[in-house]
């Protein structure tokens, strides 16, 4: 079992393959791109625990691949160290202000990267931050969201999705298969968040048992209307998941409070 999954986005391939062989000598997946699309792709496909990554890039702009990881559901919450160019302190107030979560000037300290992204995985293990299968968030940071929700006042929407009968799948087709269909659920649901919710939507996949949700009223009603529908249309590289895999999709919104707390709140889902 690696220590955790890191990309390395930059064009100094030199540079990157001496960090990639560091971190794997410690213990971590470690991929290396030198373009911004092709991270950004692999994100979609994968869920890293942090990225490194260089402005510096032939093709999109290092700002506006954070951006994008930044305003996604399905990657906003990965841990990015930017790279900054020595004599541009503004990269990193810049940086900083798109949603980097460290800095580190070039040229940099390998073993000084490798401490840094170390810590950024153990605090990320310890307060249970993002689900290991599907890479979305989940633990504490579910709980966080559902306690910002309670004082939102505007109309939202909270949708609970969970499969009746897993166990039988799993029996049948083994943990491996369950774990692959999980991971293609969440990339299309996060898909279809993407393409018609807001910025502030909150995908989470808390333990092993459901997604949650958190968007507008009029995106999860169109949201629910679509998962009823559509589970058949998850693609997976193994034979579609079989029927008596059901879907199960259960919402509140803001409508249906007040709501004093998390437990009444989730109660309502029951």
Partial sequence: MTEGQILIVQPDTNSARRLQNTLEYEGFETFVVSRGQEAWDFCQSNQPQAIVLDPDLPDISGLELLRRIRRSSRTRQIHVIALIRKHAP?????????????????????????????????RADTGVLVNPVTGLPGGRFVEDQLRRLLRRQDEWALLRIAFRRRDEYVNADGALADEEFLRAFARKLTEQLDGFGGTDDFIGHSGSEAFVVITSAE????????????????????????????????????????????????????
């Fill in 90 to 122: 503004n990269d990193q107030i810049v940086g900083l202000e798109m949603g980097a979560d460290d800095s580190i000037v070039k040229p940099y300290d390998v073993q000084e990267i490798c401490l840094r992204i170390r810590n950024a995985v153990r």
């Fill in 219 to 270: 995106t999860g009603h169109r949201l629910k209307t679509l998962l009823t529908g559509d589970l058949a249309a998850v693609e997976t590289t193994n034979e579609p998941p079989p029927p008596e895999l059901d879907l199960e999709v259960q919402m509140v919104t803001a409508a249906d409070g007040p709501f004093q707390d998390i437990m009444q709140l989730t109660s309502a889902l029951e």
